[in-house]
């Protein structure tokens, strides 16, 4: 171990129900290469209907707190209050970190002068890797987590794999409760911004299972929609400009026919044509999100 063990860690979790998962992502936590005693897990129930504290009494070095608004950025604020770390790090509840996560995510923080966020390795995964459902399928190809090209092109890191100091949370402020999905990349973009540097960890890996039912993708889908229309909302001052977002928004996706057909990662006709129904599928479910959203005055949706 190098001189990163003696940075004290707050791992932040939310959750909402998904107990199951939560288990094997705190069994994954308790096998950390980390030394136990320089880091803390805080897990944030954001009003689940599932019985998260049974779970949470299992492991000796995790603290159980509620949040009942909905959302996980709220969740995750809520966990910033109580978190002791000069360090801080994020994941999902449905994802599995690797055993020296924590280790190479702090050795990344403090590799450079001035690192704002180290964003880790996502690794998704399907059930059978061999024989993929059509949602598997979709799920870890379309809807995957690149972190190092977000790290470059969008200047964010997503939450399921996530590191910061306590100070540049401090500088920059908390995650934006408003948003129920891109929180994460509203975030990252006040970082850059503040002028820190960002950081991709290929080492620093956790594992995600990839969604396997139309309900889960469903669920993201709307909450994908709902978090970038809210940010559209946030940087648009005119209903004209909304307007042109909203045209450019229903454009049909030919681009993305082409991309199908001609993507390496699908293998045969089957899959392609499996690929291309559910993207359309999710297209129109979108749309009618979209709609729902803009011309019929709702508001966003956890999913």
């Not at 803390?40 to 129930?45: A, H, L, N, P, Q």
């Not at 889908?221 to 970038?228: E, N, P, T, V, Y």
Request: charge should be neutral; charged fraction near 25%.
């Amino acid at each position: 171990m190098s001189d990163s063990s003696n940075l004290f860690v707050s791992v932040i979790i939310p959750v909402f129900n998904d107990s199951e998962r939560l288990k094997l992502c705190l069994q994954a936590l308790k096998q950390q290469t980390y030394p136990e005693d320089c880091y803390e897990v805080i897990v944030v129930d954001n009003n689940s209907h599932e019985d998260i504290k049974s779970v949470v009494t299992q492991f000796n070095q995790v603290l159980l707190t509620h949040e009942s608004r909905p959302g996980s950025y709220i969740a995750r604020n809520t966990g910033l209050t109580l978190a002791n770390g000069a360090a801080i790090a994020f994941t999902d509840v449905d994802c599995i970190p690797d055993p020296a996560w924590i280790e190479k995510g702090v050795a990344a923080l403090l590799s450079t002068p001035n690192v704002g966020l180290v964003a880790g390795r996502i690794d998704l995964f399907c059930k059978d890797a061999n024989n993929p459902n059509p949602v598997e399928l979709y799920d870890s190809i379309a809807l995957s987590f690149p972190q190092d090209k977000f790290i470059e092109d969008g200047k964010f890191g997503v939450t399921a794999n996530l590191f910061t100091f306590r100070r540049v949370i401090d500088a920059v402020g908390m995650f934006d409760e408003t948003l129920m999905s891109g929180g994460d990349r509203q975030w990252g973009e006040r970082v850059f911004a503040k002028g820190y540097e960002q950081i991709y960890a290929d080492d620093a890996r956790v594992r995600h299972p990839a969604r396997d039912s139309w309900d889960d993708l469903l669920k993201r889908s709307i909450r994908i929609i709902g978090g970038k229309y809210d940010l559209m909302r946030q940087n648009t001052t005119s209903d004209l400009e909304a307007l042109k977002d909203l045209i450019l928004f229903l454009k049909p996706p030919f681009r993305s026919f082409f991309r199908i057909w001609t993507d390496q990662r699908l293998h045969g006709t089957k899959q392609k044509v499996q690929f291309t129904t559910v993207m359309l599928r999710l297209r129109w479910v979108a749309i009618q999100e979209r709609l729902r959203l803009q011309l019929g005055g709702g508001i966003s949706d956890r999913g």
